[in-house]
């Protein structure tokens, strides 16, 4: 059982996030239909034995996703016609220095970088170059689980765990990017409810703003969000 909670960089950026992130349910349901066309598309249509799909379904379920949708977009996704999403990440900084990286979910590549790139330009931001912010951003695997009595603090560690966290009823957990596949595994075996799971940018350091400037700085972000291409959008920032 655990007696203790490891809190490190994770938990203070997720302490330090401020900005509204998909509060719309339909976009909110696109961004897990297209999960959830790529997934299929990589490893079929059979949760079972598509770890990918397993999780696309289990983050829908915790969005309250009707399950009547989650069948159709499974069901869309194979066949011949539906679009083939690219997943693609884009780089730069917003006004005041802060970092911004974007993933999209894109089938046209043409059409999302030059959408990418007017954001920046009217929101005096700045569009780099991929992996220009490999130095600030460390990709991690998450998952949240329900706490559970019979949770190992030294079996979690020993499975690849580097940060977890309670979150009200629940455990965060966060490893590196490549251990996904092997950290799901050893939840599903040990039996503990998997809320919903997937990936994080965490910043090695955090950019100091102040409300005046951060207001400046969330009319990009909030652009960037509303594009339909955009899964997830990170920054480092801090208001203070």
């Known amino acids: 059982m655990i007696n203790t909670k490891i809190m490190g960089r994770a938990f203070e950026y997720r302490k330090a996030k401020k900005f509204k992130r998909w509060g719309n349910m339909s976009r909110m349901f696109t961004r897990i239909g297209k999960e959830i066309t790529m ?6 249509p059979s949760p079972d034995s598509n770890s990918r799909l397993r999780a696309a379904i289990q983050n829908a379920k915790a969005e309250n996703m009707p399950k009547e949708n989650v069948e159709r977009a499974i069901k869309k996704a194979t066949a011949k016609d539906t679009a083939d999403y690219k997943e693609v990440v884009f780089e730069g900084y917003a006004p005041h220095g802060v970092a911004v990286l974007i993933e999209c979910a894109t089938d046209n590549n043409t059409r ?16 780099g170059t991929t992996g220009m912010l490999d130095f600030i951003f460390d990709h991690k695997c998450r998952f949240t689980i329900k706490n559970n009595p019979n949770i190992d603090e030294l079996e979690l560690i020993d499975a690849g765990v580097e940060e977890y966290f309670e979150e009200e009823e629940n455990l965060t957990l966060f490893a590196p990017f490549s251990d996904f596949g092997s950290i799901q595994k050893y939840l599903e075996s040990k039996e503990f409810e998997i809320v919903n799971s997937g990936f994080e940018r965490i910043p090695n350091n955090l950019k100091d703003v102040t409300t005046e400037q951060a207001v400046e700085i969330e009319k990009l972000i909030e652009r960037i969000e509303e594009d339909e291409d955009v899964q997830t959008v990170y920054t480092n920032i801090n208001i203070v």
């Open 112 to 127: 999302t970088v030059a959408n990418i790139r007017s954001y920046f330009n009217k929101y005096n931001g700045s569009l």
């Open 39 to 44: 997934a299929v598309k990589e490893g079929g």
